[in-house]
């Protein structure tokens, strides 16, 4: 068990986090949740001592072992099998066997363990990182980001890894779906707090918004009361016979105290600009054809006409051609043979990664999204880098110092300068937190244009893809269907075969899925008349709840008018009467309150159960 307490950390003026504490229990599995720059990495950093926090304590039992993925590329053996042997604990040094399973888990194969770890990309080779820390099975692991540079068959074989891990983790993702199978905690830095709740991040931002919404209902009254209180004082103050009940108000003001209004947190909110588009059909591709060896072509005889407001994903193993395609249908390189015909009024916007090179260190944000486009003004810029999080000061920052997060939204802005009505999209979570991925995922649904998305996200797949393009073996198809289909037809089948369907598929196989789907249906149907049954009686509680508060504050409302009106005609009796009326009104008011924040969060609870009931009948 590792326990936090009272920790401080601040970088300048800027407080990442103040007072925090929690613990971390045997076997649990906590998601770390919050903005970019809110301190997740820092505090990861501060676990493993590579940090030193302001104040505070963090104990770790003794001989508990922690396993922390680096980005440093340190290796010191000529083969990726021998390199990744090295994390094994000494009583496993000769376990190979367990180091073969997990790189090919990760997406390499028996010649690829025989080669040198520096002939690989960057990404591979943080993986060999990942798979040392894996196979050294430490007591805790921390995981910052681990599916960066995963394909989506890797990060699924990453997620049925870590389901079956029987210690403890800390989960730092940009991926929802992944965090939320994972999980028994989530645990938020949120308002320079520390907080963990048991469950996934849809019941961890429903419970602050519960809470959020609570306190401001509660500032707003308590300000109210406070208002009526003071004016009850100024009136009354040189009235000797009302002497003790002004001395009482003077004290239950102080009692109240003072509610601060809730800051409101920027978070990432944007949406594409649309250019219109009257045509049946965007682009056209025939017989495509691409290689950088002929010996390896990437894209062979590939066929495709995308249709406008149409969404398409592409999908496969890294390294098998995805982005490539997306750079061919760009513009950005010409194919060997056959022809891409775009329709005159496209209006092409194309995101990708590696153009974070392209960004010139010595401009400034501000600077990046005004040179993108000539129509652009430097109002236009500062109102594109204020939906990207850059408001202020922020956009006066020089590129060279941006994280990789910060540049990403960078080119996210620079997209936004031209109306479009195609865009085509290239991994565009990488480096976003899950706030600013949600806000992603809901611009490009809004967006009235036609998308063609290279991505792992399993989120972004079941939410947008309406066709799919898929790599798989060396071979390049369409899938004609979303990605919920695509998985019901078998998916990602052994992580090897893409589909029980197609050649060789026997009667039995049909009969098979249509009796999987079939009992399916019958349990999500069965889940949501209980859901019905159970949810329902909440919803009426707290809609009654609801009523009477608002029914007790018509009649507080009148009491105080009553009031107001026997202060007036100097009626004695009538202001006693009505101040043990009114007194009783607040005191029932403030009672329904709590009774509404336990209904809430008995309703938040049992919605989040079920969510978690249809969602696993969804991956089954």
Request: glycine fraction near 8%.
């Amino acid at each position: 068990m590792i326990g936090v307490e009272n920790l401080h950390k601040s970088f300048g003026s800027q407080i990442l986090f103040e007072g925090a504490g929690f613990k971390l229990n045997p076997k649990e599995r906590i998601g770390l949740v919050g903005l970019n720059g809110h301190g997740k990495t820092t505090l990861f950093r501060i676990i493993i001592g590579e940090e030193s926090p302001d104040t505070g304590t963090i104990s770790i039992p003794k001989h508990y072992r922690i396993g922390y993925v680096r980005q440093n590329l340190d290796f010191t053996k000529d083969t990726v099998l021998k390199e990744v042997m090295t994390g094994l604990v000494s009583q496993e040094r000769g376990h190979y066997w367990k180091v073969e399973k997990v790189l090919t888990g990760l997406g390499f194969n028996k010649e690829d363990m025989q080669r040198p770890p520096f002939d690989f990309s960057g990404g591979f080779q943080v993986r060999l990182n990942l798979a040392k820390v894996l196979v050294s099975e430490p007591d805790l692991l921390l995981l910052d980001e681990p599916t960066n540079y995963l394909d989506i068959t890797s990060i699924r074989w990453v997620e049925r890894f870590l389901m079956n891990w029987p210690r403890e983790i800390m989960l730092i993702t940009h991926n929802r779906g992944l965090m939320d199978k994972l999980v028994t905690h989530t645990m938020g830095i949120y308002r320079k707090k520390v907080r963990k709740i048991a469950g996934n991040t849809e019941k961890y931002y429903a419970q602050i918004a519960q809470e959020e919404e609570v306190h401001e209902k509660t500032r707003i009254k308590d300000e109210r009361r406070c208002e009526e209180i003071e004016q009850f004082i100024e009136r009354f103050r040189a009235k000797a016979r009302l002497a003790n009940m002004v001395q009482s108000r003077i004290k239950t003001l102080a009692k109240i105290g003072k509610k601060e209004k809730l800051e409101k947190l920027k978070t990432l909110d944007f949406a594409f600009r649309s250019s219109p588009f009257l045509g049946k059909n965007v682009l056209s591709a025939r017989d495509l054809n691409f290689y950088y060896d002929s010996r390896k072509p990437l894209i062979k005889d590939f066929n495709i006409t995308i249709s406008a407001g149409e969404r398409i994903c592409v999908v496969g193993k890294n390294g098998k051609g995805k982005t490539t395609l997306l750079r061919l249908l760009a513009g950005v390189l010409r194919s060997q043979s056959g022809n891409i015909v775009l329709n005159p009024a496209v209006r092409k916007g194309f995101f990708e990664q590696t153009n974070i090179q392209n960004l010139v260190h010595t401009r400034t944000v501000e600077e990046e999204i005004l040179y993108s486009n000539s129509d652009v003004d430097r109002q236009q810029a500062r109102n594109i880098c204020g939906a990207m999080l850059f408001e202020g000061d922020k956009a006066l920052k020089k590129i060279g110092v941006l994280s990789g997060g910060e540049k990403s939204r960078v080119l996210l802005g620079k997209l936004l300068t031209t109306p479009v009505n195609l865009l085509l999209l290239d991994e565009p979570t990488n480096h976003l937190d899950l706030e600013s991925c949600d806000a992603l995922v809901a611009a490009i649904d809004r967006f009235d244009g036609t998308v063609v998305m290279v991505t792992h996200n399993e989120m972004f797949l079941k939410i947008l893809a309406e066709r799919l393009i898929v790599f798989h073996n060396d071979e390049i198809f369409l899938f004609e269907g979303g990605y919920q289909r695509f998985l019901e037809k078998g998916g990602w089948k052994d992580e090897e075969d893409v589909l029980i369907s197609g050649p060789g598929k026997t009667e039995k196989d049909n009969t098979r899925i249509k009796s999987s789907k079939k009992e399916i249906r019958r349990r999500r149907s069965e889940c949501i008349t209980e859901r019905s049954r159970i949810l329902k009686p909440l919803e009426q509680r707290l809609q009654r709840t609801e009523t009477r508060i608002e029914k007790h504050e018509k009649t507080l409302a009148e009491l105080h008018a009553d009031m107001q009106k026997a202060t007036q005609d100097s009626d004695g009796n009538r202001i006693t009467e009505l101040s043990k009326s009114i007194h009783r009104c607040q005191g029932e008011i403030e009672k329904l309150y709590d009774e509404l924040v336990k209904s809430s969060g008995v309703l938040e609870a049992q919605k989040a159960i079920f969510e978690e009931k249809l969602e696993q009948l969804e991956s089954d």
